[in-house]
């Protein structure tokens, strides 16, 4: 089945303390995102990457990296957590550039940061 | 600043009526929007697409109309069904600027009464 999967899907650390969100795809996709959800603020981009080793930042990168250097993989690093990175965030990927064709998510992964 | 933005926040209809969602954007380079769907717990999932050169197109009860003149973007949902309840999140890229991009608007909540 083509899908995008995230693990952990749900996440209590405590400030400070290092965590991975992992993102895979199986549809050979080139392009993958990073996504946080927030009431009243919907989806903002965090990261993106156009290919292997190719990344740029999105809306609000800061707090957080990420890496690309599989195709299959993309996942995002927060070396220091706060409580306002308390969010839902979504990995997403693309065939063509992102922008120009459907995006589709994985599940979501719920992180608290107390 | 130029945003995507959507009128209703929240619409509620009987079951078996029509839905409409409707969706503004402000930048008059976009040429492609899109229309995800959110349950509640679940990642967005892709409704329909559609090009800048296209004012209709049409999916399994779905159908997205584009104004350009106006920028208005609107979700039609035939014969709403209860499991059709979910946030409708409406999306534009903005060629001209990064073709890696996607921004959402906020969402609506379509609740759909038995």
């Known amino acids: 089945e083509a899908q995008v999967t995230q693990n952990p899907r749900y996440l209590i650390t405590v400030t400070g303390k290092k965590l991975t969100v992992t993102c895979s795809q199986n549809?050979?996709?080139?392009?993958m995102s990073w996504y946080r959800q927030d009431p009243g603020l919907g989806l903002r981009q965090i990261y993106y990457?156009?290919?292997?080793?190719?990344?740029d930042k999105g809306d609000v990168p800061e707090g957080y990296k990420v890496s690309r250097k599989e195709k299959r993989n993309f996942p995002l690093i927060l070396e220091s957590p706060s409580p306002n990175q308390t969010s839902l965030y979504f990995c997403?990927?693309?065939f063509g550039r992102g922008g120009t064709d459907t995006q589709y998510f994985g599940p979501g992964t719920r992180l608290t940061v107390l | 600043g130029e945003s995507v933005g959507l009128h209703l926040p929240t619409l509620s209809v009987q079951e078996g009526d029509n839905s409409i969602i409707n969706c503004a954007y402000s930048n008059s380079a976009s040429d492609y929007f899109i229309w995800y769907k959110q349950e509640s717990g679940k990642g967005p999932q892709f409704i329909i697409d559609?090009?800048?050169?296209?004012d209709k197109r049409q999916g399994q009860r779905v159908t997205v109309l584009l104004n350009k003149t106006v920028k208005h973007l609107s979700l039609q949902i035939a014969a709403t069904q209860p499991g059709d309840s979910a946030v409708y999140f409406c999306a534009e890229n903005r060629a001209g600027g990064s073709n890696y991009k996607l921004t959402f608007g906020k969402g609506t909540l379509l609740t759909v009464n038995p």
């Open positions: 559609i090009r800048s050169n296209m």
């Open positions: 990457s156009m290919n292997v080793e190719v990344t």
């Open positions: 997403a990927s693309s």
């Open positions: 549809m050979n996709h080139e392009y």
